[in-house]
Structure formats: structure tokens, C-alpha cells
Antibody, heavy 118, light 106 residues
Framework: QVQLQESGPGLVKPSETLSLTCTVSGGSISSYYWSWIRQPPGKGLEWIGYFYNSGSTNYNPSLKSRVSISVDTTKNQFSLKVSSVIAADTAVYYC????????????WGQGTLVTVSS | EIVMTQSPATLSVSPGERATLSCRASQSVRSNVAWYQQKPGQAPRLLIYGASTRATGIPARFSGSGSGTEFTLTISSLQSEDFAVYYCQQYNNWYTFGQGTKLEIK
């Protein structure tokens, strides 16, 4: 059974960089597509980006200038960085898996709330 | 960006009855649509992919249909555990989600 677990600071100051890590167990991140998705409180879901093939990435065009995803295959982890954060970046951040770039997300982490506030 | 519009925003249905949720895409997404169920404090759960294929372990009372720009999720006989928020998602051109339909007990 594949399990995903997000970790990272729950509070980030405006203009700083948000950093989160997703640790995957029960399966290798060297296969399939691994995404970050976020959900502002009380709102809908927004895809942030994904990596595949142990390092290739694609990002939401609306966030591309501020987002990066990196991979550590030795730890079976992948990470998200969002730079120059503002209050609108406050959200629950999820990591999730899809079997291909044209497939739904079949495994999700439980999510972690990140609040942007001074 | 492809916009996914869900209707209604809130649907009130009695247990045991049928629920029909709609999702419209701003342009054709072929059959590249998934449906998710989300309960408070939980991550979304994949119900349907490819517009009509149930994900592993999803009960047969959940069914999806549609192609192109119009999609439907039907829950044939509502159980207490089905009251939640439902999202559609397209993965034909990048990835976008609808704003959700809240299914509540009537």
C-alpha cells in the first residue's frame, strides 16, 4: 500500500520561501508521476506541478515563476519550494500520485496546512 | 486554461435517493475527466477516471458518464457516508478542477 506524508513548517512569513517535503513509502518514486496540489481554506483544488522519471518536471503556468520541485530518490522523497509567498499562498498542501500524465490521482497524503503571515 | 464548472453548488438529497452531479468543461477534454470525493479534514479520494471507470474499491453505486464538455457523476442510492464535497478534474490540457458540489442530507 502506497503512503504519502507531507512535512514542513506550518507558518511562513510573507516574501519568504515555503518548503515542504513528501515522503513516500510502499512504492518507489522512480516510477509514475508525483504532484503537489493545494487547497486554500474553504476553496477548491489547484495543481501546482509534478515530477516524473526521477527528475523531469512540469509546473502550473500561473505559478511557474515561483515554484520548483526537487527529488531525492535515495530517501524516496520529493520537495516543493514556493518563493516570495503572499497571503494567497495560505492553503493545505497535498502530495499525490498519478499513474501517468493523463490519469487521476490515486494516492494522496493527508495534507499539511501552511499559513503565510507575519 | 480549461475551466471546469460544476452544478449545482449544493445538492440536498435524502438517503436512499439518487444524486446527479454535473460538470462542464470550457472546451473539449475528450474523456480525460476524474471525479473525487472529499470529506472534512481529509484528502480527496479518487472515485472515477476516464470519465466512467471506477477506481479500485469504489462501490458500484458510483457511476460516471460523458465526454467532450459535459460530464455527470451519479450516485444511485445515497448512503450516509456519501454526503461530502465532490470535485471533477480534467487532465486533457494541464490539470484543473471544478469548484465542487456539496452533497448534503435533505
Amino acid at each position: 500500500q502506497v503512503q504519502l506524508q507531507e512535512s514542513g513548517p506550518g507558518l511562513v512569513k510573507p516574501s519568504e520561501t515555503l518548503s515542504l517535503t513528501c515522503t513516500v513509502s510502499g512504492g518507489s518514486i522512480s516510477s509514475y508521476y508525483w504532484s503537489w496540489i493545494r487547497q486554500p481554506p474553504g476553496k477548491g483544488l489547484e495543481w501546482i506541478g509534478y515530477f516524473y522519471n526521477s527528475g523531469s518536471t512540469n509546473y502550473n503556468p500561473s505559478l511557474k515563476s515561483r515554484v520548483s520541485i526537487s527529488v531525492d530518490t535515495t530517501k524516496n522523497q520529493f520537495s516543493l519550494k514556493v518563493s516570495s509567498v503572499i497571503a494567497a499562498d495560505t492553503a493545505v498542501y497535498y502530495c499525490a500520485r498519478s499513474l501517468s500524465p493523463v490519469a487521476g490521482y490515486d494516492y494522496w497524503g493527508q495534507g499539511t496546512l501552511v499559513t503565510v503571515s507575519s | 486554461e480549461i475551466v471546469m464548472t460544476q452544478s449545482p453548488a449544493t445538492l440536498s438529497v435524502s438517503p436512499g435517493e439518487r444524486a446527479t452531479l454535473s460538470c462542464r468543461a470550457s472546451q473539449s477534454v475528450r474523456s480525460n475527466v476524474a471525479w473525487y470525493q472529499q470529506k472534512p479534514g481529509q484528502a480527496p479520494r479518487l472515485l472515477i477516471y476516464g470519465a466512467s471507470t471506477r477506481a479500485t474499491g469504489i462501490p458500484a453505486r458510483f457511476s460516471g458518464s460523458g465526454s467532450g464538455t459535459e460530464f455527470t457523476l451519479t450516485i444511485s442510492s445515497l448512503q450516509s457516508e456519501d454526503f461530502a464535497v465532490y470535485y471533477c478534474q480534467q487532465y486533457n490540457n494541464w490539470y484543473t478542477f471544478g469548484q465542487g458540489t456539496k452533497l448534503e442530507i435533505k
